[in-house]
């Protein structure tokens, strides 16, 4: 019987557009555009912050290296201000909060950067979360299995009881090899509704 909730964040709770982000800053040059995407988002380093083992800070001024002097600003405002504003998954906010007053257990499993601490309160739907697990805490990333079994002892939850959501298909594949039952979302919250009534979650 599933009694606890587990969500990603990024792509699941908000919306995590790379090329969103970009094109907020202004950049109209094609070469720039695919050059940010390049060194920043799809770096070693933005793995790393992941990780935990290079702060935001750390991980720009490496980024910066690589990239001409006019882009220094984008590189730090794509690191430091991509959740400048925040914007959230349509439907989403109303499906946790739902869960939530059912009674179900609510957790955040996210890869991210030490920042995420400061800027997760102001996603909404943050208010109904009884915890959260952030990879750059752990020094693990999904989908190794030791970030899953890490959160199942951190917060005391039996695998067979958990029901993970989370955009990557290998990141659901990874907790399923934990035993934790999942969906993979496809940005489709009525499809996300219909899979967790299958799992047998009472969800409208």
């Given at each position: 019987?599933?009694?606890?909730?587990?969500?990603?964040?990024?792509?699941?709770?908000?919306?995590?557009?790379?090329?969103?982000?970009?094109?907020?800053?202004?950049?109209?040059?094609?070469?720039?555009?695919?050059?940010?995407?390049?060194?920043?988002?799809?770096?070693?380093?933005?793995?790393?912050?992941?990780?935990?083992?290079?702060?935001?800070?750390?991980?720009?001024?490496?980024?910066?290296g690589?990239?001409?002097?006019?882009?220094?600003?984008?590189?730090?405002?794509?690191?430091?201000?991509?959740?400048?504003?925040?914007?959230?998954?349509?439907?989403?906010?109303?499906?946790?909060?739902?869960?939530?007053?059912?009674?179900?257990?609510?957790?955040?499993l996210?890869?991210?950067?030490?920042?995420q601490?400061?800027?997760?309160?102001?996603?909404?739907?943050s208010?109904?979360?009884d915890?959260?697990?952030?990879?750059?805490?752990?020094?693990?990333?999904?989908?190794?299995?030791?970030?899953?079994?890490?959160?199942?002892?951190?917060?005391?939850?039996?695998?067979?009881?958990?029901?993970?959501?989370?955009?990557?298909?290998?990141?659901?594949?990874?907790?399923?090899?934990?035993?934790?039952?999942?969906?993979?979302?496809?940005?489709?919250?009525?499809?996300?509704r219909?899979?967790?009534?299958?799992?047998?979650?009472t969800?409208?």
């Amino acid at each position: 019987m599933i009694r606890h909730i587990i969500f990603d964040m990024g792509s699941v709770l908000i919306r995590f557009d790379r090329n969103l982000f970009i094109e907020r800053l202004g950049i109209d040059d094609a070469a720039d555009r695919e050059l940010l995407m390049r060194e920043v988002f799809l770096s070693l380093e933005w793995a790393r912050m992941d990780r935990g083992t290079l702060t935001d800070e750390e991980a720009a001024k490496i980024m910066c290296g690589r990239i001409p002097e006019r882009l220094h600003d984008a590189v730090h405002k794509l690191v430091a201000m991509w959740d400048r504003p925040i914007l959230e998954i349509e439907g989403m906010y109303d499906l946790v909060k739902e869960l939530k007053e059912k009674g179900y257990g609510m957790y955040l499993l996210s890869n991210a950067s030490f920042r995420q601490h400061d800027y997760w309160d102001r996603i909404p739907a943050s208010v109904f979360f009884d915890d959260t697990l952030i990879s750059c805490d752990t020094g693990f990333v999904k989908p190794q299995p030791e970030i899953y079994r890490l959160m199942l002892t951190k917060f005391h939850l039996k695998a067979e009881e958990c029901f993970f959501v989370d955009d990557v298909p290998m990141n659901i594949e990874g907790a399923f090899t934990c035993g934790i039952a999942g969906a993979v979302f496809h940005n489709d919250v009525t499809e996300l509704r219909e899979k967790m009534r299958a799992a047998g979650i009472t969800i409208s």
